[in-house]
């Protein structure tokens, strides 16, 4: 995990779009506890409020819980919820516009499908 941050983004956000990929990527599951906002601060090197707005934005949508003492927990549910939600912003985000773009040039479905399967194989 890395300490730098883009600065095209709030910290929060970057800060709760890393513990959000924790928990897609598996290294946090459900049940798990999550850093502390304490760790966080010490990790990251920035002002508590800022790391707070961010877990707290994750409380708030189901993904952590708190547990008065203990900490923070990924919730049950939490990898499918930010599955989910990625889903829908990665349609609204990349789909879309390759669907309008190749509507104006005319590419087919099948092509769209034959591009994605080409480029995908050469990774």
Same mark, same amino acid.
């Given at each position: ?44 090197? %920035? ?35 930010? %599955? ?40």
């Amino acid at each position: 995990m890395s300490n730098h941050f883009d600065s095209n983004k709030p910290i929060f956000i970057q800060i709760r779009e890393r513990i959000e990929d924790q928990i897609v990527n598996n290294q946090l599951i459900e049940g798990d506890q999550a850093p502390s906002t304490t760790q966080l601060v010490n990790f990251y090197k %920035v002002n508590h409020a800022t790391v707070s707005k961010g877990v707290n934005q994750l409380v708030d949508e189901g993904i952590l819980f708190k547990k008065r003492g203990v900490g923070m927990f990924v919730a049950e549910g939490a990898k499918t919820k930010l %599955v989910e939600k990625r889903k829908e912003l990665f349609v609204d985000n990349y789909v879309l516009g390759l669907v309008e773009e190749a509507d104006k040039l005319g590419i087919s479905e099948k092509e769209i499908v034959q591009l994605i399967k080409k480029v995908k194989g050469s990774k």
